[in-house]
């Protein structure tokens, strides 16, 4: 895990999904610890689905005191985002990406978008999303990786530092609630197996 200086990344601008107020992301974590979801794009398929897989746990963080943010690099797919309900939470866009930069959360190259994009966890995790009737486009920037930042009440101390290594990567569930200090009964989805043409469940 890097080390993340959150008095600086504390004053990093994100605009609000639902009202388009501009608020210093440290707002966030002011008054509750919180889980700031990065996602690669608003149209991923993966990125949807990991979204409606760490809502399952919003009950629990709300029981809790954690507020769930999820975090876009731009707004291009977010209007399709918040009217599918994939994320229970707040929703903000990092205009400038940002935070994604000061995050260390890597950007590809045309070269390496591909192989990363074809990898098993990505392939495992579409067939997932296929599974539960969630669908995705390929529109806005695709050269974008994400991960998820928990911080605690007053940016005390950061919990968890992700950064993606792939498209697929995700925090599980139980890692989340375990970094919080707090328990949930909410089970991950099934993650499909697959070989290089058939998924099973």
């Not at 000061?102 to 495992?124: E, M, N, Q, S």
């Not at 290594?165 to 919080?180: M, N, Q, T, Y």
């Given at each position: 895990m890097a080390n993340v200086d959150l008095v600086q990344l504390g004053k990093n601008l994100l605009k609000?999904?639902?009202?388009?107020?501009?608020?210093?992301?440290?707002?966030?974590w002011q008054d509750q610890p919180v889980v700031l979801f990065f996602l690669r794009r608003f149209g991923c398929q993966v990125c949807r689905w990991m979204a409606t897989e760490i809502s399952k746990l919003e009950p629990d963080l709300r029981a809790s005191g954690v507020a769930l943010v999820?975090?876009?690099?731009?707004?291009?797919?977010?209007?399709?985002?918040?009217?599918?309900?994939?994320?229970?939470?707040s929703i903000y866009v990092d205009e400038?990406?940002?935070?994604?930069?000061?995050?260390?959360?890597?950007?590809?190259?045309?070269?390496?978008?591909?192989?990363?994009?074809?990898?098993?966890?990505?392939?495992?995790?579409?067939?997932?999303?296929?599974?539960?009737?969630?669908?995705?486009n390929f529109s806005g920037d695709l050269l974008q990786s994400g991960g998820m930042l928990i911080v605690t009440k007053g940016g005390e101390k950061v919990l968890v530092?992700?950064?993606?290594?792939?498209?697929?990567?995700?925090?599980?569930?139980?890692?989340?609630?375990?970094?919080?200090?707090?328990s949930s009964k909410a089970k991950a989805g099934q993650m499909p197996v697959c070989n290089d043409d058939v998924c099973t469940r």
């Open positions: 609000s999904g639902e009202t388009g107020e501009s608020v210093e992301i440290q707002s966030l999820g975090v876009g690099p731009e707004e291009f797919g977010l209007k399709e985002f918040m009217e599918g309900g994939f994320l229970k939470g400038h990406k940002k935070s994604y930069k000061d995050l260390g959360f890597k950007r590809y190259t045309a070269l390496t978008v591909i192989p990363a994009g074809l990898g098993k966890k990505v392939r495992d995790a579409a067939a997932k999303a296929n599974a539960e009737g969630i669908k995705g530092h992700f950064i993606q290594d792939s498209p697929g990567d995700h925090l599980p569930l139980e890692d989340i609630s375990k970094a919080l200090g707090i």
